[in-house]
C-alpha cells in the first residue's frame, strides 16, 4: 500500500504562492474546498445584489426571484460559516492529541 504526502493546510489569501513553494506546486484539497465555498459565496450575493437591481429598477418580472437569490446567498454564507467552524473543531481536536 502507497502511502500519500500530507499536504499543508493553508490560508485561501495564500493558497497560491505558498501552497506553490511548499509541496511543488500542488495546492491542499483542504484550501481548494474553502476557496471554492468563498468564491460561491461571492457569486450568489452578486446574483442577490443584481435580482435586487433588477427588481428596484422595474426590470424583474417576478419578485420572488429576488427572494430566491437572497436565500440562496444567505444558505452559501452560512454554509461558509458552518465549515469553517466544523474546520477549527477538528484543527482544535487535533491540537489535543498527546503524541
Known amino acids: 500500500m502507497e ?3 500530507i499536504t499543508p493546510i493553508l490560508s485561501v489569501g495564500t493558497q497560491n504562492t ?12 483542504f484550501a481548494d474546498v474553502f476557496q471554492s465555498m468563498v468564491d460561491n459565496v461571492k457569486e450568489t450575493d452578486a446574483a442577490k ?7 428596484a ?8 426571484t429576488a427572494a430566491i437569490a437572497a ?9 461558509l460559516v458552518q465549515m469553517r467552524n466544523r474546520a477549527l ?3 482544535n481536536e ?6
Open 18 to 29: 505558498r501552497a506553490e513553494s511548499v509541496d511543488g506546486g500542488q495546492s491542499s484539497m
Open 3 to 5: 502511502l500519500q504526502k
Open 57 to 64: 429598477t422595474g426590470q424583474l418580472d417576478n419578485p420572488a
Open 49 to 55: 445584489n443584481e435580482a435586487y437591481y433588477a427588481l
Open 94 to 99: 487535533l491540537m489535543r492529541i498527546s503524541l
Open 89 to 91: 473543531e477538528a484543527y
Open 71 to 79: 436565500t440562496q446567498a444567505e444558505l452559501s454564507v452560512s454554509l
